[in-house]
């Protein structure tokens, strides 16, 4: 499938999803579209649940093409949220002094696949579901961290792989509505959740 530089411009103006099998092309979009908008001047947080495999995850693309990246990786549970709650960033919360710190840098790297990848690695199958909801609160408190510093700026938020929560309404509403982008990428709408009608959806490999 050929591309044109014009053709990246559309993910940029509004959230969109991307949805197709594996080898559809859908990395090699998240690596234009994050190509352009740094090259726009965008700041941009990049969620990634598949960096073992490493030909296919946009953050280690990312990790190792741009030198100026901040690597996040997922941090103990202690310091995960729960799903329910509403996160005051000014009491400190993770990843807040993190982001505080780094607030000059233009990409933030989110490294969200351990806590998946444990869950995976779990026969018992009520242990499994405990840990995945560590990994689902974990992407909702990153992604309220990073919205909560940087709505003010230009922002694009890249999902790769990353399951959507009815839960993340609030903050995919106040993102729609502020015009910034979103992009994801993901097999299947049913992980665009309650959340659908925020993005417009491109099918691949159809």
Known sequence: ???YAGDFDRFLESPYA??????????????????LAYEQGY???????CTDHKEKSILIH???NYPDAVYIPSPEKKEILNMYAIPDFKKGFYPTSIIDKKHDKRIFLFDVAKYLEEGYDTEDLEERARIRLYYRCLVRQELYAFAYYMLSKKILIIMDEIELLDTMFEIINTLYHNNKPILLALHSEVALSGLKPFFEVMHLGE
């Open 1 to 3: 499938m050929g591309y």
């Open 18 to 35: 991307i949805i197709g099998p594996r080898e559809s092309g859908k990395t090699t979009i998240l690596k234009r579209v994050l190509s």
């Open 43 to 49: 700041t941009i947080a990049v969620f990634d649940s």
């Open 62 to 64: 990312a990790k190792e």
